[in-house]
């Protein structure tokens, strides 16, 4: 039996794996005797139960089966709703003191005293600027992102406070 029970998980994962309109169809059950061949029903021992034994079994199979699906999708929209972007404002000001760009690692402060490292991104200016004025904007999954008046490139960073 822990064999069967084995098996049956294949179409489970494939339906936790599928697009979120595939959960409100559930997987119709599909029963033992249509999933294995008669050389693997003969090696299991399932060709010696009687009509009644295959019937219980198929049907205690299936309502494993919804169960488990219906448990996964409660699981899975739960960790969903978790995801939802949360909408943040963008934070716009003067950068304190002369600006000569950034790399992983500075500090960059702001007039307001708002403190953000930066994580991932470099720029070097050829002369320093006197406080620039940067906006700060969020990006997927709680980033956020700097951007320097009169400069392309971008750096993401995290607030120091």
Do not use: H
Not at 148 to 159: F, I, N, P
């Amino acid at each position: 039996m822990r064999v069967l029970s084995s098996l049956t998980l294949a179409p489970l994962f494939a339906i936790a794996l599928a697009a979120p309109g595939a959960f409100a169809a559930e997987r119709a059950y599909v029963p033992v005797e249509q999933r294995f061949n008669a050389e693997q029903l003969k090696a299991t021992g399932l060709d010696t139960l009687s009509a009644q034994q295959l019937q219980l079994l198929n049907q205690l199979l299936s309502q494993d089966q919804t169960a488990v699906v219906t448990e996964t999708v409660k699981q899975v929209r739960s960790e969903r709703k978790g995801l939802a972007r949360v909408e943040a404002e963008p934070v716009s000001g003067m950068l304190k003191g002369e600006f000569r760009g950034w790399s992983a690692g500075t500090v960059l402060e702001l007039e307001n005293g708002q403190r953000w490292r930066v994580i991932d991104g470099t720029l070097f200016v050829g002369k320093p600027r006197p406080a620039p004025k940067v906006t700060i904007r969020p990006g997927m999954m709680g980033s956020w992102y700097l951007e320097a008046e009169g400069q392309v490139q971008k750096a993401k960073v995290a607030r120091l406070d």
